[in-house]
């Protein structure tokens, strides 16, 4: 992306001069840990080059005006800073109003509005987390110019320059949940947030502790299919299956002393799993519990390069998403099927919350062309319409650009 062509943009759209400043946050990629952030389990996501650009300058007023090259067709979107309201219009906009909302539900006093141009080149509603890439970079971006008093008073614990990334993702979480009304857990905020080049990030979503892992796949590389479904019932299920973990916990904890579903092992789990009668509640438990145990063993494969094994636990993570989470839909369960059958795969799974979206997949480099034509061939004679292929380069997590530099070229 020319960051140049973006400035020119914002400066045709708000006109010139002032500070004015560009900030960069990626999509994400879950390579296995589904549906575990919310259960207190293990995640292990990675960043991607693909990301959301914002160009912005503070104004003199509260006043907000917001583009996104997205949506050209919706123009400059306006508001202001004091017309924030609880679950307000839908479009692209409410995830940065919900930052700001956010913003001042933790006490972060925003003291002036915005100017801001947003271009995401990560393909919406993809579950490559374009939601969460914004939240973070609206919060980065407010971290970075916003001056309050409590930023001057240096002294001051709640300022918003002490905020962490860190500190950015939860608050992001909590616009998400409470302000677009997704019961999102903190994978996606968190990995966009601090994803690192090269790294995947093992999260340990009870505790937020962490620790970068490198992807190292020697002659494979990682290649995301986009189905192309819209997630258009994703929001509503997604609440469900959380509700739904829910019910299994109080269920188990008759049995057994735990304050989330991940704090049981699989042995646990098998030991006391009968106190669940209904079966939708114990299958959703049984993926939870397994899923978190898989994700612990494929950290430890890809450590120890053996990649077999890694795409293997892909696999399985796959199956159990289908058939006990039951979140993918024929879409993805076919462009795993297909993966799967293709030379050089190692392993496939979907990835993200599901019901459309995407699928990732582990694929040797000189069969990536084959495995495009093949999937895509078979994707489109039984769905009816096209995939997209992605061949993903594993990114930095947010961080500002730089705008000084007459022309910039990054992915
Ligand atoms: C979405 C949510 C995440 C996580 C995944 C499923 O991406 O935002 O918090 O729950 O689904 O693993």
């Given at each position: 992306?020319?960051h140049?062509?973006?400035?020119?943009?914002?400066?045709s759209?708000?006109?010139?001069?002032?500070d004015?400043?560009?900030y960069?946050?990626?999509?994400r990629?879950?390579?296995?840990?589904?549906?575990t952030?919310?259960?207190?389990?293990?995640?292990?996501?990675?960043g991607?080059?693909?990301?959301?650009?914002?160009?912005?300058?503070?104004?003199?007023?509260?006043k907000?005006?917001?583009?996104s090259?997205?949506?050209?067709?919706?123009?400059v979107v306006?508001?202001s800073?004091?017309?924030?309201?609880?679950?307000?219009e839908?479009?692209?906009t409410?995830?940065?109003?919900?930052?700001?909302?956010?913003?001042e539900?933790?006490?972060?006093?925003?003291?002036?509005?915005?100017?801001f141009?947003?271009?995401g080149?990560?393909?919406n509603?993809?579950?490559?987390s374009?939601?969460?890439?914004?939240e973070?970079?609206?919060g980065i971006?407010?971290?970075?110019m916003?001056?309050?008093k409590?930023?001057?008073?240096?002294?001051?614990?709640?300022?918003?320059?002490?905020?962490?990334?860190?500190?950015i993702a939860?608050i992001?979480?909590?616009?998400?949940?409470?302000?677009?009304?997704?019961?999102?857990g903190?994978?996606?905020?968190?990995?966009?947030?601090?994803?690192?080049k090269?790294?995947?990030?093992?999260?340990d979503?009870?505790?937020?502790?962490?620790?970068?892992?490198?992807v190292?796949?020697?002659?494979?590389k990682?290649v995301?299919s986009?189905?192309?479904?819209?997630?258009?019932?994703?929001?509503?299920?997604?609440?469900?299956?959380?509700?739904e973990c829910?019910?299994?916990?109080v269920?188990l904890?008759?049995?057994k002393d735990?304050?989330?579903?991940?704090?049981l092992?699989?042995?646990?789990?098998n030991?006391?799993?009968?106190v669940?009668?209904d079966?939708?509640?114990?299958r959703?438990?049984?993926?939870?519990?397994?899923?978190?145990?898989?994700?612990?063993n494929?950290?430890?494969?890809?450590?120890?390069n053996?990649?077999?094994?890694?795409?293997?636990?892909?696999k399985d993570?796959h199956?159990?998403?289908r058939?006990?989470?039951?979140?993918?839909?024929i879409?993805l369960d076919?462009?795993?099927?297909?993966?799967?059958k293709c030379?050089?795969?190692?392993?496939?799974?979907?990835?993200?919350?599901?019901?459309?979206?995407?699928t990732?997949?582990i694929v040797?480099?000189?069969?990536?062309?084959?495995?495009i034509?093949?999937?895509?061939?078979?994707y489109?004679e039984?769905?009816?319409?096209?995939a997209?292929f992605?061949?993903?380069?594993?990114?930095?997590?947010?961080?500002?650009?730089?705008l000084?530099?007459?022309?910039?070229?990054?992915?």
């Amino acid at each position: 992306m020319n960051h140049n062509n973006l400035l020119n943009e914002f400066e045709s759209k708000f006109g010139n001069g002032g500070d004015i400043r560009g900030y960069f946050t990626p999509g994400r990629v879950n390579l296995i840990g589904e549906y575990t952030d919310f259960n207190g389990g293990y995640v292990f996501p990675c960043g991607l080059t693909m990301g959301t650009y914002m160009i912005a300058r503070k104004r003199a007023d509260r006043k907000l005006n917001m583009y996104s090259m997205n949506f050209e067709k919706k123009g400059v979107v306006q508001s202001s800073l004091d017309e924030f309201m609880q679950g307000s219009e839908k479009n692209w906009t409410m995830y940065s109003k919900g930052v700001m909302w956010a913003f001042e539900e933790k006490g972060y006093q925003l003291d002036l509005g915005y100017d801001f141009l947003v271009y995401g080149n990560i393909p919406n509603g993809s579950g490559l987390s374009s939601s969460a890439s914004l939240e973070v970079l609206t919060g980065i971006m407010l971290k970075d110019m916003n001056t309050t008093k409590s930023i001057e008073n240096k002294n001051d614990v709640n300022g918003i320059q002490n905020l962490s990334l860190q500190d950015i993702a939860l608050i992001g979480q909590f616009a998400e949940n409470k302000y677009v009304g997704v019961n999102c857990g903190i994978m996606d905020q968190f990995a966009v947030a601090m994803a690192k080049k090269d790294q995947a990030i093992f999260l340990d979503t009870n505790n937020l502790s962490f620790k970068y892992v490198p992807v190292k796949l020697g002659n494979h590389k990682i290649v995301i299919s986009s189905s192309n479904k819209k997630r258009s019932l994703a929001d509503s299920k997604y609440n469900e299956r959380r509700s739904e973990c829910e019910k299994a916990l109080v269920l188990l904890q008759t049995k057994k002393d735990v304050s989330c579903l991940c704090e049981l092992t699989v042995a646990d789990f098998n030991e006391i799993k009968d106190v669940i009668e209904d079966d939708v509640l114990l299958r959703r438990a049984k993926h939870t519990i397994y899923e978190n145990e898989r994700t612990k063993n494929a950290v430890t494969a890809l450590e120890n390069n053996n990649i077999e094994e890694f795409g293997n636990l892909m696999k399985d993570s796959h199956r159990s998403l289908r058939d006990d989470f039951e979140v993918t839909g024929i879409e993805l369960d076919l462009l795993v099927e297909e993966a799967v059958k293709c030379e050089g795969v190692v392993g496939s799974r979907m990835t993200g919350a599901g019901f459309g979206g995407c699928t990732v997949s582990i694929v040797r480099d000189d069969c990536i062309d084959s495995f495009i034509e093949q999937v895509g061939r078979v994707y489109e004679e039984k769905i009816g319409y096209c995939a997209d292929f992605y061949v993903a380069g594993v990114g930095d997590g947010a961080h500002k650009i730089d705008l000084e530099e007459a022309a910039h070229y990054d992915e």
